[in-house]
Antibody, heavy 120, light 108 residues
Framework: QVQLQESGPGLVKPSQTLSLTCTVSGGSIGGGFYWSWIRQHPGKGLEWIGYIYYSGSTYYNPSLESRVIISVDTSKNQFSLKLRYVTAADTAVYYC?????????????WGQGILVTVSS | SSELTQDPAVSVALGQTVRITCQGDNLRNYYASWSQQKPGQAPVLLIYAQNTRPSGIPDRFSGSRSGNTASLTITGTQAEDEADYYCNSRDNSGNHVVFGGGTKLTVL
């Protein structure tokens, strides 16, 4: 059974880079799925950030694309998120999730989420 | 990009049937998936490929589509179904993902 776990700092200073890692266990990160980042601002809905395929190809939310980099390390079965030039508006719970790579776009499983606060 | 529109809040009496809708032009070309989120928890996949339930999801949850509107129907709603429900699909480019704004379901 595949499980995902986010890790990284819970506090980031404004203008700095938010860096998170998602570790995949119980299955390989290679082939057949997209590996995604999604965030949820406090009390708000879900916002798709982007995804990466094991080959390294990526797609990002156009509203975040200029600041986002998602990368993958197949040797460690991990993928990562970097969000540059953060502001208080980037304070959110960040989830990693496995996404079906077909036209259906479903997310399962999800990590438990990690709260990242942007504050000086 | 595309948008998915959901009613912010819906209520249902215990044991009754409720339909939660998700509207968007891209739904004419792409199926919606549905996830349930309870307070303080990560979302859980309920329905994908329009009307397929992952293992462990009760059969009181079902999905459908008509035109540009996808629906999640809960038949015989239970108290534990009180949660936020989100739809998502690919946008018209096929490369990006969009989420609906979420529907808060209250079970009376």
């Amino acid at each position: 059974q595949v499980q995902l776990q986010e890790s990284g700092p819970g506090l980031v200073k404004p203008s700095q880079t938010l860096s998170l890692t998602c570790t995949v266990s119980g299955g390989s990160i290679g082939g057949g799925f997209y590996w995604s980042w999604i965030r949820q601002h406090p009390g708000k809905g879900l916002e798709w950030i982007g995804y990466i395929y094991y080959s390294g190809s990526t797609y990002y939310n156009p509203s975040l694309e200029s600041r986002v980099i998602i990368s993958v390390d197949t040797s460690k079965n991990q993928f990562s998120l970097k969000l540059r030039y953060v502001t208080a508006a980037d304070t959110a719970v960040y989830y990693c999730a496995r996404e079906d790579s077909s036209a259906y776009s479903w997310f399962d499983p999800w990590g438990q989420g990690i709260l990242v606060t942007v504050s000086s | 990009s595309s948008e998915l529109t959901q009613d912010p809040a819906v209520s249902v009496a215990l044991g009754q049937t409720v339909r939660i809708t998700c509207q968007g032009d891209n739904l004419r070309n792409y199926y919606a998936s549905w996830s349930q989120q309870k307070p303080g928890q990560a979302p859980v996949l309920l329905i994908y490929a329009q009307n397929t339930r992952p293992s462990g999801i009760p059969d009181r949850f079902s999905g459908s589509r008509s035109g540009n509107t996808a629906s999640l129907t809960i038949t015989g709603t239970q108290a534990e179904d009180e949660a936020d429900y989100y739809c998502n699909s690919r946008d018209n480019s096929g490369n990006h993902v969009v989420f609906g704004g979420g529907t808060k379901l209250t079970v009376l």
